[in-house]
C-alpha cells in the first residue's frame, strides 16, 4: 500500500479541523479560567522538590511555553480520516473534561515563589496575572503536550516520515514540558500528574482508534 504523503492529509476534513481548533480552545480557556476565578474549595499549595529548585527561572521559555497552542494544532495535519480526526479531538475533549473536573474538586495553585515579577518581561507578568498561578496539579500544559507528541509520533509512522521529524517532535514537546518549570507556572508534581493524565488518556484513545479499525 502506497504510503499516506503529507499534501494529501492537509486539505481533508478542512472545515471539520477548523472548526474543532478555533472553537474547542476558546471554550477550553473558558472553563479553565472560570474554575481559577471562581474556586468552589479551598486552594492547596503544591510542595516544591529538588527539581523544582534546579530548573532556573528563564522568562524567555515563556514563547516556547505558548508554542504548545500552535504545537497542538499539527496531528490534525496528518489525519486524512473524518473518523480518525474525530478520535483526536475525542481524547483533547476528555483530557481537557477530566483535568477541569479535577480543578473543580481539588483546585490548587504553584508556591508563592519569591521573584517579583513586575521586574520581568511584560509577557510573563501577564500571563502570571492571568492565570493566579492556579489550576496547577496536574499540568494541561504537560499532558496536551505529552498527548499531542504521542499522536504525532504515531501519525509521522504512519506516513513514514524520517527520524529528523520525530525527533523534532519529541524536542519540541519535551521543551514545551521543561518550560513549564523555567517559567514557573508549575512544579514538578503537577508535571508528573500531568504526564500520567495525557499518557492514560492516549493510550484509552489509540485503544479506541483500533477498535473502529477493527469493526471497519
Known amino acids: 500500500m502506497e504510503p499516506l504523503r503529507f499534501k494529501d492529509t492537509l486539505p481533508s476534513h478542512f472545515g471539520l479541523k477548523a472548526i474543532g481548533h478555533f472553537l474547542a480552545i476558546p471554550c477550553f480557556f473558558a472553563a479553565y479560567f472560570i474554575v481559577a476565578y471562581y474556586p468552589v474549595r479551598s486552594i492547596t499549595p503544591m510542595p516544591v522538590f529538588a527539581p523544582d529548585r534546579w530548573a532556573p527561572l528563564l522568562p524567555w521559555t515563556v514563547w516556547v511555553y505558548f508554542s504548545l497552542w500552535v504545537y497542538i494544532c499539527l496531528p490534525s ?26 480543578f473543580i474538586v481539588f483546585p490548587t495553585s504553584t508556591p508563592q515563589w519569591t521573584a517579583d515579577w513586575a521586574g520581568y518581561p511584560g509577557t510573563l507578568t501577564f500571563m502570571k496575572d492571568a492565570e493566579l498561578s492556579r489550576n496547577a496539579c496536574p499540568s494541561l500544559h504537560v499532558s496536551f503536550a505529552l498527548f499531542t507528541a504521542l499522536w504525532l509520533d504515531w501519525l509521522l509512522r504512519r506516513i513514514r516520515a524520517t527520524a529528523p521529524w520525530r525527533w523534532g517532535n519529541a524536542l519540541w514537546a519535551a521543551a514545551i514540558i521543561v518550560t513549564t518549570l523555567t517559567t514557573k507556572q508549575h512544579v514538578f508534581i503537577d508535571v508528573v500528574f500531568g504526564v500520567l493524565l495525557g499518557g492514560a488518556i492516549f493510550a484509552v484513545n489509540m485503544y479506541w ?6 469493526l471497519a
Open 77 to 102: 495535519t496528518l489525519i486524512e480520516s473524518k473518523g480518525l480526526l474525530k478520535q483526536y479531538f475525542r481524547g483533547a475533549f476528555w483530557m481537557a473534561a477530566i483535568g477541569i473536573a479535577i
Open 209 to 214: 482508534v483500533w477498535r473502529d479499525q477493527r
